[in-house]
């Protein structure tokens, strides 16, 4: 589209981002707010655009993947947008065969699990995902002094729906390959962080001001695992990306054993799910007498449909355990539901927008 501006716009001014200067471990002006899967079926004009549009084509239509990002934020006035795409987009642009079912997750036509599986798995080359770095340059340009995530699914979460061929609750093919074939797991891993880290420079380079590394899965697996199997991974992606000046941050479900060594991984916030608090998250993270970092999260997703006065509670109570840490991004623990009623989202911005910083 000639739309599309040809270069990256000139970097707004987003110093005094709220986002921002919390992931800096700064005093924002205001608490940040934003919703991990803020974008998606719980908003009808949502649902209205996508109507007839699959998944992934949708990721690679610039103005499409652009709109749907930028609905939240009019919705809702959150303090940053989610880029709207997805953790296997970089798969499936490289050529891996791969779905996103509705109602399911990502499937893979065949499973990642042995030695040619592994050799066979394409790079990723930067003008495979020109449509997503176009979709971020007409962002940043129409998303004034709101700040853009941009994001990447994790080497150990990506792996996991590569080698069990979807969504899985007990990673059995992913924890025996990493025990059994130690070598062939790392290749795979490694593979995985330079994917991830292409699709990352690839957002960077078009503009995005932050990002987020999901490793949404990495709380099935012990501190030991994590250390020896995943960390070393993870933490190429954030060493790849340190020569762009934005706030990295990093996040998982049920991570609470792994925090310290995610945030060792090379973040620079610390996700939360809702299952320990954030003033604990804090105690954890500076146990061995470390600076604390900044946190995101920590409401409970499954709160969203309760009555009114417990989520205001439970605002309050998170928004006053995250003033221990040195910044804090107010969050959900996981992803916005899809049944949730927008209104309910629009109203827990507002009320921490009230709350003392
Ligand atoms: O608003 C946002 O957060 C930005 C968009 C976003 C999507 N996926 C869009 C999406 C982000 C950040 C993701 C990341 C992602 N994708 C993760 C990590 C975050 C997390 O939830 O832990 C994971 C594990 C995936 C894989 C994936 N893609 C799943 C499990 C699903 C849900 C399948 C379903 O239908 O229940 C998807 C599909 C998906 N990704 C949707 C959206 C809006 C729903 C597709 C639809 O509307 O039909």
């Known amino acids: 589209s000639s739309r599309i501006p040809s270069r990256t716009p000139a970097r707004r001014d ?5 986002l921002l200067v919390a992931a800096r471990g700064g005093r924002p002006s205001r608490l940040p707010v934003w919703f991990m899967r803020q974008a998606g ?12 549009v699959p998944m992934l084509k949708s990721c690679f239509d610039p103005e499409m993947l652009a709109e749907i990002t930028l609905q939240p934020v009019r919705r809702h006035g959150v303090d940053a947008a989610i880029l709207y795409s997805d953790i ?30 592994v050799a066979a798995l394409p790079p990723l080359h930067p003008e495979q995902v020109s449509a997503v770095a176009d979709g971020v340059r007409l962002l940043v340009d129409r998303l004034g002094e709101t700040p853009l995530i941009g994001f990447a699914g994790a080497p150990f979460t990506l792996a996991s729906y590569l080698i069990e061929g979807g ?27 330079d994917l991830a880290l292409a699709f990352l420079r690839a957002q960077l380079d078009a503009g995005v001001d932050a990002v987020q590394l999901f490793d949404s ?15 070393p991974h993870s933490a190429k992606v954030f060493s790849g990306i340190e020569d762009y000046d934005v706030p990295r941050i990093h996040f998982g479900v049920g991570t609470g054993e792994l925090l310290t060594a995610m945030r060792d991984a090379g973040a620079d916030v610390v996700g939360v799910d809702w299952r320990i608090p954030l003033d604990e998250a804090v105690r954890r993270l500076t146990a061995a007498g470390e600076p604390a970092p900044a946190v995101q999260g920590n409401l409970d997703p499954a709160l969203l449909g309760a009555p009114w006065p417990v989520i205001e509670a439970e605002v309050r109570r998170i928004a006053a355990e995250g003033r221990v840490a040195a910044g804090h991004i107010f969050n ?12 309910v989202l629009t109203r827990v911005v507002e009320l921490v927008h009230e709350l003392e910083p």
């Open 14 to 18: 987003l110093a005094q981002a709220p």
């Open 217 to 231: 899965w990495a709380g099935a697996l012990s501190l030991r695992e994590y250390r020896e199997y995943v960390l």
């Open 41 to 52: 079926r719980s908003l009808p004009e949502y649902r209205a655009l996508r109507e007839g």
């Open 332 to 343: 959900l623990g996981h992803g916005v539901p899809p049944g949730t009623d927008p209104a």
């Open 167 to 193: 969504p899985s609750r007990t990673f059995e093919h992913t924890k025996a390959l990493m025990h059994s074939e130690p070598d062939l797991w790392h290749a795979l891993a490694g593979k995985l962080a």
């Open 88 to 117: 296997v987009v970089p798969l499936y642009a490289a050529g891996v065969d791969i779905d996103i079912v509705p109602g399911t997750g990502p499937v893979v036509a065949s499973p990642v699990r042995t030695a040619q599986d």
